[in-house]
Nanobody, 125 residues
Framework: QVQVVESGGGLVQAGGSLRLSCAVS????????MGWFRQAPGKEREFVAA????????SYADSVKGRFTISRDNAKNTVYLQMNSLKPGDTAVYYC??????????????????WGQGTQVTVSS
């Protein structure tokens, strides 16, 4: 079992920044990749970014490239999502998730087995 807990959401004005954190505990050896997803009201959950614990390889959705940065601290079993130049369209509940994928950085929710409870990010115009 892997436990995932997000924190760091909040309300910010357009153009501002937020940093989300994701703490991972439990059977962490089963976690190879960590991903961030988001879900806005009435929309499907969508991929934002992913990172591999080993080597730090990353992948981003086109909508956030150049604005968001995913990183990890292996010693703390924590993953971060630094969000800059935020837009009202970034408003959503942000979820962190763990995947056991060994060869790719998955973008599908189906490839992630453990999820956090989500943290709300609201960007005002």
């Amino acid at each position: 079992q892997v436990q995932v807990v997000e924190s760091g959401g909040g309300l910010v004005q357009a153009g501002g920044s937020l940093r989300l954190s994701c703490a991972v505990s439990g059977r962490t050896f089963g976690s190879s990749v960590m991903g961030w997803f988001r879900q806005a009201p009435g929309k499907e959950r969508e991929f934002v970014a992913a990172i591999r614990w080993s080597g730090g390889i990353t992948s981003y959705a086109d909508s956030v490239k150049g604005r968001f940065t995913i990183s990890r601290d292996n010693a703390k079993n924590t993953v971060y999502l630094q969000m800059n130049s935020l837009k009202p369209g970034d408003t959503a509940v942000y979820y962190c998730a763990s995947s056991a994928s060994r060869y790719i950085l998955p973008h599908s929710t189906k490839d992630y087995g453990y999820w956090g409870q989500g943290t709300q990010v609201t960007v005002s115009s």
